[in-house]
């Protein structure tokens, strides 16, 4: 069974950062492809960063250049470094892996900017 737990949200003000972790277990980690969502208030869920599992990354627009999302396939570990935050960063983070047959989420992490 797989299990995803992120950690390392937390309050900071804008133009600060923050680096979210996502532990996995129970997986063949380095196999599938990884990926970090969000969830602002009253809005759907959004792909934020993507990682393949030969570490090639993509990005939505909006965090292009301020975040940084990687990878510890030793250690079964993602990783999203926020830099710059804004309010708009505001949200649930969830980390999600693509497996062959399933998806599987993590339970998220609020990160909140104060402008």
């Known amino acids: 069974q797989v299990q995803l737990v992120e950690s390392g949200g937390g309050l900071v003000q804008a133009g600060g950062s923050l680096r979210l972790s996502c532990a996995a277990s129970?997986?063949?980690?380095?196999?599938?492809?990884m990926g970090w969502y969000r969830q602002a208030p009253g809005k759907q869920r959004e792909l934020v960063a993507h990682i393949t599992s030969g570490g090639s990354t993509n990005y939505a627009d909006s965090v292009k250049g301020r975040f940084t999302i990687s990878r510890d396939n030793a250690n079964k570990m993602l990783y999203l470094q926020m830099n710059s935050l804004t309010s708009e960063d505001t949200g649930v983070y969830y980390c999600?892996?693509?497996?062959?047959?399933?998806?599987?989420w993590g339970q998220g992490t609020q990160v909140t900017v104060s402008s």
């Open positions: 999600k892996m693509t497996a062959v047959l399933r998806a599987y």
């Open positions: 129970g997986s063949i980690f380095s196999a599938y492809p």
